[in-house]
């Protein structure tokens, strides 16, 4: 069998939209999920086949063409996760088909999996994976006959199988532990920025955040998510000592500083996430855990342990803090009653807690919204992220915003979740885009909860954060000017701020009016 090429490509990020660009999202990110692929074929494979991948986020797109011809690719594999990069799709497409059309285009990711129909109707995408690409692409690479395996493979649909009402299925790795360590050389990490670029207490130098995830699937139903859709109910584990081997190599191997647990649900075997957090403790490094905890796999042990294993920052997704909105809405089991005791023990142990509320929901009310406005402010959460509810393709939200006509389904959701796409006869989505940022502005700036606690040296941090982020943020020059000495220079530098920028800009001077400053 002659050797085969095997190229996989990110598309490059789009902008999306005005409120998610004014807040600098970007998913510029180490591509793990293709790295995981690549890794695991050139560990299990019988063929001499080649990988490599292509990443237009650090790789300008205008090289993509001469890239494709020196390369000479048999296999293409497109990652698309997010909507947003969906109109790449047939861009990269039409290039790769221009040089050479026998070469094999395979698009897989969310995104993929949720408009997989339209994809092989729309674009020259030979075929579809299927949820994870691990099992799938080693049984691509090592067949005869390629073209073949796309057509008879569970996991693959191509447009002969779409039209014949072939339906795809997943094929999982059962046993975490068969994936190898993720091989970073297979790209050039100098030209990622590793540096963790969310707010933090305490400043690491030379950050090196490397990702992991160490769990696949999640057990709950929640209305807007299509985490199961994507990894499955059941949860799949990696042993909690082969992720401590693993982080352990990545510190020596790549001097990894820095870990981000990506997974949806680390806390789902407790006894396995406190190994785990012990033995990150002994490695001596920083730990981030961007999805968050549920609140109700969280005890006391267990928050006695990460702040030895590097945990600065608790992010909990509350989601909402109406009992109403949470059980017949989200469906989502969370106790609130729990929640203040559950932040109350983190900050104790020196941990600050974040929060998530989601708002938009259709059946959502304006009262309700005000209910989780007060929660939070009663829970003493020291920052919350504002998220508009968004009907993804393949959640239940999705299905029911079609079913009553509260989405357009002709428009890709291309903005991110600061700007809501479900318009309801209770709520159009441009109020709720309003009302999600008005929300960020009254619990984190107007009711800052370090602030009101007489904090004010871990609010000026907080302020300076988004001071030095966003230079044109009022109410971050006016809170923080009230966070510094009365007439020291700071405070006289940052009110002057403060009102050249509402002196000049209507929407500021809207919100301060709002709020009465």
Request: glycine share 6%; with cysteine; hydrophobic share 35%.
């Amino acid at each position: 069998m002659p050797q085969r090429r095997i190229l996989f490509i990110k598309p490059p990020s789009l902008d999306m939209g005005d409120v998610a660009k004014g807040r600098k999202i970007h998913y510029g990110t180490i591509p793990y999920g293709i790295l995981s692929i690549i890794t695991y074929v050139n560990e299990y494979k019988s063929s001499n086949a080649v990988l490599s991948v292509l990443d237009l986020n650090v790789t300008p797109y205008e090289e993509l063409e001469d890239y494709i011809r020196g390369y000479q690719p048999d296999v293409v594999g497109l990652s698309v996760m997010y909507n947003h990069i969906y109109p790449y799709i047939g861009k990269i497409c039409d290039v790769i088909k221009g040089i050479n059309p026998d070469i094999l285009v395979v698009a897989g990711g969310a995104c993929v999996m949720a408009y997989h129909e339209q994809i092989l109707q729309e674009t020259k995408v030979d075929a579809i994976g299927y949820s994870e690409g691990e099992i799938p692409m080693l049984n691509l690479v090592d067949s005869f006959d390629m073209v073949d395996t796309l057509e008879t493979h569970v996991s693959f649909l191509t447009k002969k199988g779409l039209l014949n009402g072939k339906k795809p299925q997943a094929t999982f790795v059962e046993n975490l532990d068969y994936i190898p360590l993720v091989d970073f050389s297979l790209i050039d990490l100098a030209k990622y920025n590793t540096k963790y670029e969310v707010f933090r207490p305490v400043d690491i130098p030379n950050e090196m955040c490397l990702p992991i995830t160490t769990t696949r699937g999640c057990p709950y139903n929640c209305v807007f998510c299509i985490a199961g859709n994507l990894h499955g109910k059941k949860v799949r584990k990696a042993s909690a000592q082969k992720v401590i081997s693993d982080v352990k190599k990545m510190k020596e191997k790549y001097g990894m500083n820095t870990l981000s647990i990506e997974d949806d649900q680390l806390l789902i075997d407790r006894n396995r996430a406190k190994e785990m957090l012990r033995g990150f403790a002994e490695l001596g490094i920083g730990l981030w855990m961007p999805s968050g905890f549920t609140i109700s796999l969280i005890d006391s042990e267990t928050i006695g342990l990460l702040k030895p294993a590097g945990l600065q920052i608790a992010t909990l997704p509350i989601e909402s803090g109406s009992p109403y909105v949470l059980k017949e809405i989200i469906d989502k089991p969370i106790r609130l009653n729990q929640v203040a005791d559950v932040i109350g023990q983190l900050q104790k142990e020196g941990i600050l807690c974040h929060a998530n509320i989601i708002i938009g929901f259709p059946g959502e009310t304006e009262a309700h919204r005000r209910e989780s406005v007060e929660f939070i402010k009663s829970s003493n959460v020291d920052w919350c992220y504002i998220f508009c509810a968004t009907a993804l393709k393949g959640s239940r939200l999705y299905d029911e915003c079609v079913e009553k006509g509260y989405i357009d389904t002709s428009k890709l959701m291309t903005d991110g979740y600061c700007t809501s796409n479900i318009t309801t006869p209770d709520f159009t989505a441009e109020e709720i885009t309003k009302k999600a940022y008005l929300m960020n502005l009254e619990l984190n700036f107007v009711n800052n909860n370090r602030m009101r606690k007489g904090d004010f040296e871990t609010a000026t941090k907080y302020f300076k954060y988004v001071v030095d982020k966003y230079p044109d943020h009022a109410f971050a020059h006016y809170f923080l000017s009230n966070c510094y000495c009365k007439g020291s220079y700071n405070k006289q530098s940052h009110i002057l701020k403060y009102q050249e920028i509402i002196n000049t800009n209507p929407e500021w001077k809207e919100y301060a009016e709002y709020f009465n400053l």
